[in-house]
């Protein structure tokens, strides 16, 4: 849903409300996958020295 050309607070919020009613409901996560599994991963830092 693109609200961009919407300048009014009150009438894009209206907007977004009635798309995220109107949209279909999301699939649910499958059993055997884990909870966190569409996360970006966060590449670790080297141990040793200090960066900053």
Do not use: L
């Not at 894009?12 to 991963?41: C, D, F, I, L, Y």
Request: proline share 4%; charged share 40%.
């Amino acid at each position: 849903m693109n609200t961009k050309h919407i300048t009014d607070p009150a009438e894009r919020k209206e907007a977004k409300r009635a798309a995220r009613k109107k949209a279909t409901p999301k699939a649910k996560r499958a059993q055997g996958v884990a909870r966190g599994s569409a996360k970006k991963k966060v590449q670790h830092m080297s141990k040793g020295q200090r960066k900053r």
